[in-house]
Protein backbone atom coordinates (compact mmCIF):
# COMPACT_ATOMS: atom_id res chain seq x y z
CA UNK A 1 0.00 0.00 0.00
CA UNK A 2 0.79 3.42 0.03
CA UNK A 3 3.29 5.09 2.33
CA UNK A 4 3.68 8.75 2.84
CA UNK A 5 6.92 10.12 4.70
CA UNK A 6 6.80 13.90 5.23
CA UNK A 7 10.17 16.30 6.57
CA UNK A 8 11.05 17.95 8.66
CA UNK A 9 8.95 17.28 12.06
CA UNK A 10 9.75 20.86 13.03
CA UNK A 11 10.38 23.99 11.42
CA UNK A 12 10.99 26.95 12.77
CA UNK A 13 11.35 30.55 10.89
CA UNK A 14 11.59 33.88 11.48
CA UNK A 15 8.29 36.21 10.04
CA UNK A 16 8.76 37.54 6.80
CA UNK A 17 10.96 34.46 5.82
CA UNK A 18 10.10 31.05 3.51
CA UNK A 19 9.37 27.70 4.32
CA UNK A 20 9.38 24.15 2.82
CA UNK A 21 7.74 20.84 3.63
CA UNK A 22 8.61 18.28 1.88
CA UNK A 23 6.85 14.67 1.32
CA UNK A 24 7.79 11.51 -0.53
CA UNK A 25 5.34 8.78 -1.56
CA UNK A 26 5.74 4.95 -2.84
CA UNK A 27 2.60 4.33 -5.00
CA UNK A 28 2.92 5.78 -8.63
CA UNK A 29 -0.42 5.08 -8.86
CA UNK A 30 -1.32 7.94 -6.57
CA UNK A 31 -2.13 11.09 -8.57
CA UNK A 32 -3.57 13.33 -5.83
CA UNK A 33 -1.99 15.08 -2.97
CA UNK A 34 -3.51 17.61 -0.95
CA UNK A 35 -1.94 19.79 1.97
CA UNK A 36 -3.94 20.47 5.54
CA UNK A 37 -3.54 23.12 8.12
CA UNK A 38 -4.33 22.01 11.70
CA UNK A 39 -3.82 24.97 14.06
CA UNK A 40 -3.73 24.63 17.64
CA UNK A 41 -7.10 23.11 18.85
CA UNK A 42 -8.66 22.91 15.44
CA UNK A 43 -9.71 20.66 12.72
CA UNK A 44 -7.86 19.72 9.97
CA UNK A 45 -8.35 21.86 6.42
CA UNK A 46 -7.53 21.82 3.45
CA UNK A 47 -5.10 24.71 2.22
CA UNK A 48 -4.30 23.35 -1.28
CA UNK A 49 -4.18 20.17 -3.69
CA UNK A 50 -2.48 19.06 -6.54
CA UNK A 51 -3.35 16.63 -9.37
CA UNK A 52 -0.63 14.57 -10.88
CA UNK A 53 -0.86 16.29 -14.46
CA UNK A 54 0.41 19.54 -13.12
CA UNK A 55 3.61 20.20 -11.70
CA UNK A 56 3.09 23.52 -9.84
CA UNK A 57 -0.12 25.07 -7.94
CA UNK A 58 -0.20 28.20 -6.44
CA UNK A 59 -2.56 30.70 -4.06
CA UNK A 60 -1.26 33.83 -2.86
CA UNK A 61 1.68 32.93 -0.58
CA UNK A 62 1.08 29.23 -0.65
CA UNK A 63 2.80 26.77 -3.75
CA UNK A 64 2.65 23.41 -3.52
CA UNK A 65 5.19 21.46 -6.23
CA UNK A 66 5.26 17.55 -7.92
CA UNK A 67 7.69 15.67 -9.19
CA UNK A 68 6.11 12.47 -10.60
CA UNK A 69 9.21 10.59 -11.34
CA UNK A 70 11.20 11.10 -7.80
CA UNK A 71 7.73 10.24 -6.06
CA UNK A 72 7.86 13.92 -4.00
CA UNK A 73 5.96 16.75 -3.31
CA UNK A 74 7.03 20.00 -1.34
CA UNK A 75 4.80 23.23 0.12
CA UNK A 76 6.36 26.39 0.03
CA UNK A 77 5.17 29.10 2.11
CA UNK A 78 6.24 32.86 1.24
CA UNK A 79 6.42 35.81 3.57
CA UNK A 80 5.80 33.61 6.66
CA UNK A 81 3.23 35.34 9.00
CA UNK A 82 2.67 34.30 12.50
CA UNK A 83 -0.58 32.78 11.92
CA UNK A 84 0.73 30.23 9.95
CA UNK A 85 2.30 28.83 12.50
CA UNK A 86 0.43 25.11 12.57
CA UNK A 87 0.76 21.49 11.75
CA UNK A 88 0.57 20.99 8.11
CA UNK A 89 0.15 17.58 7.07
CA UNK A 90 0.75 16.34 3.26
CA UNK A 91 -1.70 13.39 1.89
CA UNK A 92 -1.67 11.27 -1.32
CA UNK A 93 -4.32 9.53 -2.95
CA UNK A 94 -4.87 6.66 -5.89
CA UNK A 95 -8.25 8.21 -6.86
CA UNK A 96 -9.85 6.69 -4.48
CA UNK A 97 -11.50 8.28 -1.78
CA UNK A 98 -8.96 7.06 0.60
CA UNK A 99 -5.95 9.23 1.83
CA UNK A 100 -2.58 8.39 3.12
CA UNK A 101 -1.43 10.83 5.54
CA UNK A 102 2.19 12.19 6.51
CA UNK A 103 3.21 12.05 10.32
CA UNK A 104 2.63 16.08 10.05
CA UNK A 105 5.36 19.28 10.21
CA UNK A 106 4.82 21.62 13.48
CA UNK A 107 5.41 25.28 11.58
CA UNK A 108 6.51 27.99 14.36
CA UNK A 109 6.76 31.37 12.89
CA UNK A 110 8.89 33.64 15.48
CA UNK A 111 8.11 37.32 15.17
CA UNK B 1 -16.04 24.98 10.40
CA UNK B 2 -20.51 23.33 10.14
CA UNK B 3 -21.84 20.28 8.36
CA UNK B 4 -19.72 17.67 10.67
CA UNK B 5 -19.93 17.65 14.25
CA UNK B 6 -18.59 14.93 16.98
CA UNK B 7 -19.55 14.21 19.94
CA UNK B 8 -18.98 15.03 22.96
CA UNK B 9 -15.51 16.81 22.84
CA UNK B 10 -14.14 15.24 25.83
CA UNK B 11 -14.38 11.44 26.83
CA UNK B 12 -13.68 9.60 29.80
CA UNK B 13 -13.73 5.84 30.24
CA UNK B 14 -12.62 3.08 32.34
CA UNK B 15 -10.55 0.42 31.16
CA UNK B 16 -12.38 -2.79 30.00
CA UNK B 17 -15.49 -0.31 28.76
CA UNK B 18 -16.37 0.05 25.39
CA UNK B 19 -17.19 3.53 24.42
CA UNK B 20 -19.12 5.08 21.19
CA UNK B 21 -17.94 8.26 19.71
CA UNK B 22 -20.53 9.94 17.48
CA UNK B 23 -19.95 11.30 13.69
CA UNK B 24 -22.81 13.45 11.99
CA UNK B 25 -22.81 15.15 8.81
CA UNK B 26 -25.35 17.47 7.18
CA UNK B 27 -23.11 17.60 3.91
CA UNK B 28 -24.71 15.07 1.75
CA UNK B 29 -21.29 13.64 1.20
CA UNK B 30 -21.04 9.54 0.32
CA UNK B 31 -18.03 8.85 1.94
CA UNK B 32 -17.57 8.99 5.60
CA UNK B 33 -13.95 8.53 7.52
CA UNK B 34 -12.48 7.58 11.02
CA UNK B 35 -8.92 8.66 12.25
CA UNK B 36 -6.84 8.50 14.99
CA UNK B 37 -4.44 11.24 15.19
CA UNK B 38 -1.39 11.01 18.03
CA UNK B 39 1.48 12.91 18.47
CA UNK B 40 3.91 12.59 15.80
CA UNK B 41 2.06 9.64 13.83
CA UNK B 42 -0.09 12.43 11.69
CA UNK B 43 -3.72 11.03 10.59
CA UNK B 44 -3.92 7.03 10.94
CA UNK B 45 -7.28 5.89 8.76
CA UNK B 46 -9.34 3.69 11.19
CA UNK B 47 -12.29 2.96 8.76
CA UNK B 48 -13.89 4.52 5.96
CA UNK B 49 -17.38 4.02 4.53
CA UNK B 50 -18.01 4.72 1.09
CA UNK B 51 -21.73 4.31 0.77
CA UNK B 52 -24.68 3.56 3.47
CA UNK B 53 -24.11 -0.44 4.76
CA UNK B 54 -20.10 -0.78 3.58
CA UNK B 55 -17.35 0.52 5.50
CA UNK B 56 -13.86 -0.70 5.13
CA UNK B 57 -11.14 -1.06 7.42
CA UNK B 58 -8.46 1.44 7.30
CA UNK B 59 -4.60 1.01 8.54
CA UNK B 60 -5.32 0.56 11.94
CA UNK B 61 -8.99 -0.87 12.15
CA UNK B 62 -8.59 -3.96 15.64
CA UNK B 63 -10.29 -3.25 18.38
CA UNK B 64 -12.23 -0.49 16.67
CA UNK B 65 -15.59 -1.19 14.92
CA UNK B 66 -18.51 1.06 12.50
CA UNK B 67 -21.40 0.88 11.35
CA UNK B 68 -23.31 3.40 8.45
CA UNK B 69 -26.83 2.72 8.81
CA UNK B 70 -27.41 6.17 7.13
CA UNK B 71 -26.09 8.67 5.05
CA UNK B 72 -25.53 11.34 7.40
CA UNK B 73 -23.86 8.89 10.61
CA UNK B 74 -20.67 6.70 11.14
CA UNK B 75 -20.51 6.32 14.74
CA UNK B 76 -17.11 4.43 16.00
CA UNK B 77 -16.63 2.26 18.61
CA UNK B 78 -13.55 2.12 20.75
CA UNK B 79 -13.93 -1.96 22.31
CA UNK B 80 -12.06 -3.43 25.62
CA UNK B 81 -9.85 -5.07 22.83
CA UNK B 82 -8.34 -1.87 21.43
CA UNK B 83 -4.88 -1.22 23.93
CA UNK B 84 -4.01 1.79 23.54
CA UNK B 85 -7.08 4.14 23.60
CA UNK B 86 -6.48 6.61 24.50
CA UNK B 87 -6.55 9.48 21.98
CA UNK B 88 -8.03 12.14 19.76
CA UNK B 89 -10.33 11.00 17.57
CA UNK B 90 -11.43 12.59 14.08
CA UNK B 91 -14.10 12.06 11.61
CA UNK B 92 -14.15 13.16 8.34
CA UNK B 93 -16.61 13.34 4.83
CA UNK B 94 -16.16 13.92 1.42
CA UNK B 95 -18.16 14.33 -1.58
CA UNK B 96 -16.61 10.85 -3.34
CA UNK B 97 -16.80 12.48 -7.22
CA UNK B 98 -14.01 12.06 -9.50
CA UNK B 99 -13.25 15.55 -9.25
CA UNK B 100 -12.75 16.48 -5.66
CA UNK B 101 -11.36 14.34 -2.87
CA UNK B 102 -11.39 17.10 -0.24
CA UNK B 103 -11.60 15.78 3.10
CA UNK B 104 -14.15 17.92 6.12
CA UNK B 105 -13.15 16.83 9.14
CA UNK B 106 -14.79 17.26 12.37
CA UNK B 107 -13.95 19.14 15.51
CA UNK B 108 -12.86 15.89 17.45
CA UNK B 109 -13.16 13.92 20.10
CA UNK B 110 -10.91 13.33 22.55
CA UNK B 111 -10.69 9.85 24.32
CA UNK B 112 -9.06 8.91 27.32
CA UNK B 113 -9.14 5.67 29.33
CA UNK B 114 -7.76 4.91 32.75
Known amino acids: GENVEQHPSTLSVQEGDSAVIKCTYS??????FPWYKQELGKRPQLIIDIRSNVGEKKDQRIAVTLNKTAKHFSLHITETQPEDSAVYFCAASDNTDKLIFGTGTRLQVFP | DGGITQSPKYLFRKEGQNVTLSCEQN?????MYWYRQDPGQGLRLIYYSQIVNDFQKGDIAEGYSVSREKKESFPLTVTSAQKNPTAFYLCASSISSGDSYEQYFGPGTRLTVT
Open chain 1, 27 to 32: DSASNY
Open chain 2, 27 to 31: LNHDA
